[in-house]
């Protein structure tokens, strides 16, 4: 088996040593670095490896291509797996995860371009996250029938007051201000520098830190936050049927606009994905809420809407999702209670959960 501590120069994720740090690459840029089952295997490895290696300083985590960081899981593939497959690849992908979040070296992720879903998973756990203009990171799982996962739950939750759940409920795309401003970041770097960064990263003596702050900048203001007093407004309750007729009356433009976002994806995935971001902020740690993630994403898994999600947005792209059951007020709350559960699912890839 290739080891981290070589070079891995094909393939569709790139590990090399740059002087001080080491460097991964997820390498499809034809499918904006959609994450495989090997790429996290690979990317575990690395991490595991580099942890120990005393040469290593840091690792710095990017895309290749112009379009991002990584769009999330590979979503095709997923839905051609069997229950058994997907639930494993969600426990391997959790894990990396978690394995982000603890490692013990700066772990700098840069989340340029289109950073959603998995990418977000793998990146905005991490101790330092860089931002850019071109930055999109979402958690848009309810356009096909999933519920944000990842630990997203748990970023969503800790966002400034509502901000989390009108992203998480709209499937809302943050810009790299937005990033910065609900927590998914912290550093906000020109495009242009980046390749600097990265080879000041591997050449410096700095700190990685250091290095970063170096080339950061003050970010724009964050167009989500001229939206607080209505968003906080509409968004502070616990009832999916409570939050719409709040933006319905509100009598902000926006606020009807994200009304309609939210009723056009699936019931059940918002439902759910209200609950996920409410029990997230009690659980309070990445670990906990990662089990809560794959519970919920291995019952929705069986559920139809996400077969028909993917039909919709994926494949026929005709963006006309056919839901079951079709409407909010269809969705029961012994439903929910099944899919958000109780029992206590093991992440095991090398981490105790």
């Known amino acids: 088996m290739q080891q981290a501590n070589e070079d891995l120069l094909s393939g569709d994720l790139l590990q090399r040593v740059d002087g001080r740090v080491g460097r991964i690459t997820l390498n499809r840029p034809d499918a904006i670095n959609a994450l495989t089952p090997a790429m996290l295997h690979s990317l575990s490895a690395a991490l ?46 959790y ?60 970023l969503l939750a800790r966002a400034p007051g509502e901000l989390g759940t009108h992203l998480g409920l709209t499937a809302g795309t943050m810009t790299g201000p937005d990033a910065i401003l609900c927590g998914f970041a912290d550093h906000y770097v020109n495009s242009a520098k980046l390749e600097s960064l990265r080879a000041a990263l591997g050449s410096s003596a700095e700190k990685p830190e250091a290095v970063v702050q170096g080339f950061a900048e003050r970010p724009p203001a964050a167009p989500l936050e001229e939206h607080r007093e209505w968003i906080d407004a509409c968004y502070s309750s616990d009832s999916v049927p409570d939050i719409l007729d709040r933006l319905a009356s509100s009598g902000s433009d926006r606020a009807a606009s994200a009304r309609s976002d939210i009723l056009a994806m699936s019931p059940t995935s918002v439902v759910v994905t209200l609950a996920a971001i409410r029990r997230a902020d009690l659980l309070g740690s990445l670990d906990l809420v990662l089990e809560q993630d794959l519970r919920v994403s291995t019952a929705l898994f069986a559920r139809p ?31 929910v209670r099944s899919i958000l559960g109780t029992d206590r699912l093991s992440i095991d890839h090398n981490i105790s959960i």
């Open 95 to 154: 894990a990396v995860d978690l394995q982000t979040s603890r490692f013990p070296k700066p772990y700098v992720a840069i989340m340029d371009g289109i950073t959603m879903g998995g990418g977000v998973g793998i990146s905005a756990h991490g101790s330092v996250r860089i931002v850019t203009e071109r930055s999109r990171v979402a958690m848009p799982e309810v356009r096909i029938g999933l519920a944000p996962d990842v630990g997203g739950s748990l």
């Open 48 to 93: 595991t490896d580099w942890a120990e290696n005393d040469r290593i300083e840091a690792v710095v985590l990017d895309g290749a291509g112009a379009r991002g960081l990584c769009a999330g899981g590979d979503i095709r593939l997923i839905a051609s797996m069997s229950a058994p497959e997907a639930a494993r690849f969600w426990r391997e992908e």
């Open 305 to 335: 809407d996400l077969a028909e999600g993917i039909r919709a947005q994926v494949v026929d792209k005709d963006r006309s999702p056919r839901w079951t059951p079709a409407t909010i007020d269809e969705v029961r709350l012994h439903t």
